[in-house]
């Protein structure tokens, strides 16, 4: 048999290596992936739903969507049993959508490259500081962490963005704006920047640190001790899928914990597994320990009626 899995293209080798490869051997069968950023992968699945792909993975802005748009099959808990030994904010995401379960969880920071940069990075202020200077880079809107950005910008604003659907976040952005030379919409470009020296900092997934990381080896990275955003990929199965007992399959192994053991030093993704013991060495910039715990959930509840306005409004004011 063949199972279409629909993933990011970051670190395809090692996802190759630690969970595809294995996952075939176990199960006798042949995985395909279809590999992307986040919006190209949902938008190509919301155009076609009778795509070939069985299992999708999306940050949980673009899940929602999907759920919204009835894109997913409801989940069967009983052919997902790994489900009981998720750490509690995953298995509460689960209730409360009924749908994909988390496999990992993420958040942002500060990358830079220290002999670069003309004043020093402690705080999420300090990235909106004119001395910094003018080589930032910061994520699109449609990416993963873009609706952080937004929130974030209302957090420095002091005007949550509940009170004001984020008008006085698109001011704060304003502000950053002479210093923003790229949104960027995939890690890789990222990295590509750094590496040919046009950025100096950047606000970045703790997931990319690694393949920026090998592309200058001198950046470093930094989460705020005041706070961060926690983002937690899912995995969902499409509703015209032909083979849901195999994607079932395929995410209860993604969530086992040798599994997990194995991809979170790997990948450098947080477990949630909560069986799942990390050494301290191996942690690193992972959304695990203290960072996990000052990390906020966004509501995507309040956000995603507010993503069509935004992204207009993001484009004409960063990218134009």
Request: net charge negative.
């Amino acid at each position: 048999e063949t199972l279409v899995v629909s993933t990011w293209g970051l670190n395809e080798d090692i996802l190759m290596e630690t969970v595809i490869e294995p996952f075939e051997k176990e199960y006798d069968v042949k995985v395909v992936l279809e590999t992307g950023s986040t919006v190209e992968r949902f938008t190509k699945l919301k155009e076609n739903p009778q795509t070939e792909v069985d299992v999708i993975e999306l940050s949980q802005s673009m899940a929602y969507e999907g759920y919204d748009l009835g894109l997913f099959e409801p989940l069967d808990e009983s052919k997902v049993p790994n489900i009981a030994f998720l750490i509690e904010s995953a298995q509460d995401l689960q209730k409360q959508n009924g749908y994909g379960p988390a496999y990992v969880v993420n958040s942002i920071g500060i990358i830079y490259h220290p002999d670069r940069i003309k004043a020093s990075i402690n705080t999420w202020d300090d990235f909106w500081n004119p001395s910094l200077g003018k080589r930032l880079a910061i994520p699109d809107i449609t990416t993963t962490f873009g609706p952080a950005i937004i929130d974030l910008a209302a957090d420095l604003a002091r005007t949550p963005i509940q009170e004001d659907q984020g008008k006085k976040a698109f001011e704060k952005l304003a502000d950053l704006k002479p210093q923003v030379v790229k949104t960027y919409a995939k890690s890789s470009d990222l990295a590509m920047m750094f590496a040919n020296d046009e950025i100096d900092a950047a606000i970045v997934g703790d997931f990319a640190y690694g393949v920026i990381k090998e592309a200058e080896e001198k950046v470093e990275y930094l989460v705020p001790q005041s706070f961060t955003y926690a983002n937690f990929n899912t995995m969902e199965v499409n509703k015209h899928s032909k083979k849901k007992d195999l994607a079932y399959q395929f995410i209860n192994y993604r969530l086992d914990k040798e599994t997990q053991a194995i991809t979170s030093p790997a990948l450098n993704e947080a477990p949630v597994n909560k069986e799942v013991v990390l050494d301290e060495q191996v942690v690193g910039n992972m959304t695990y320990g203290p960072v996990a715990q000052r990390a906020r959930a966004l509501d995507y509840g309040v956000i995603n009626p507010l993503m069509p306005e935004w992204i207009d409004q993001f484009n004409r004011l960063m990218n134009h």
